[in-house]
């Protein structure tokens, strides 16, 4: 398989701070990219994603950055907030569509 | 809001059985998806399903494991003969990939463990 990963398993902010949690992506042909937050005994929800002919996305809180040149993909979030403690995750879909990798997690923990 | 639902949401196996694990996609979506993630584990990719056959699966969706949409809604996960490393919590995921929408719905997974 394809190598996902991320930089920082673990990531601690006040509350009120913004978080940024990155992802390095090993395959050049990856065109399409997601996040995703996984809280205790849940599946994992959607949060924002990218296609590879943009560099940056914005959402409700959560902007995604993309950086082809070194393949890494970061999720900043604004504001965070306590129901933001989570674990995220970053995905990628290769061009040949429809299989999708995932990464080891970040756990983020926001300190009240 | 619509969701996609699993059962059972713990299943417990003897090793060598068989296992089927159960699905109900959002009703207007297309693609339908499986995943697993071993405790601690990051989520793996199984296999992708569209108009009734297998779209892409990776290399751990092997021989013992078969996917099928037996009626409009159900999507199913069976296990042929289950092993011990086959203990994980396993994720069925839907989504309309129509008009740019890509986002994948995941379901509240079922925790399997074999014994």
């Known amino acids: 398989g394809e190598s996902v990963g991320l930089h920082l398993p673990t990531l601690s902010v006040q509350e009120g701070d913004n978080s940024i949690i990155n992802c390095a992506y090993s395959n050049s042909a990856s065109d399409y990219f997601i996040w995703y937050k996984q809280e205790s005994g849940k599946g994992p929800q959607f949060i924002i994603d990218?296609?590879?002919?943009?560099d940056k996305r914005q959402g409700q809180r959560v902007t995604v950055l993309l950086n082809k040149t070194v393949k890494h993909l970061s999720l900043q979030i604004a504001a965070t907030q306590p129901g933001d403690s989570a674990v995220y995750f970053c995905a990628e879909e290769q061009n040949t569509g429809n299989q999708f990798y995932f990464g080891t997690g970040t756990s983020l923990t926001v300190i009240p | 809001e619509p969701e996609v639902t699993q059962t059972p949401s713990h299943q417990v196996t003897q090793m060598g059985q068989e296992v089927i694990l159960r699905c109900v996609p959002i009703s207007n979506h297309l693609y339908f998806y499986w995943y697993r993630q071993i405790l601690g584990q990051k989520v793996e990719f199984l296999v992708s399903f569209y108009n009734n056959e297998i779209s892409e699966k990776s290399e751990i969706f092997d021989d013992q494991f078969s996917v099928e949409r037996p009626d409009g809604s159900n999507f199913t996960l069976k296990i042929r003969s289950t092993k011990l490393e086959d203990s994980a919590m396993y994720f069925c995921?839907?989504?309309?990939?129509?008009?740019?929408?890509?986002?994948?719905?995941f379901g509240p997974g079922t925790r399997l463990t074999v014994l």
């Open positions: 990218i296609r590879s002919n943009m």
């Open positions: 995921a839907s989504s309309p990939r129509t008009g740019g929408n890509n986002e994948q719905f």
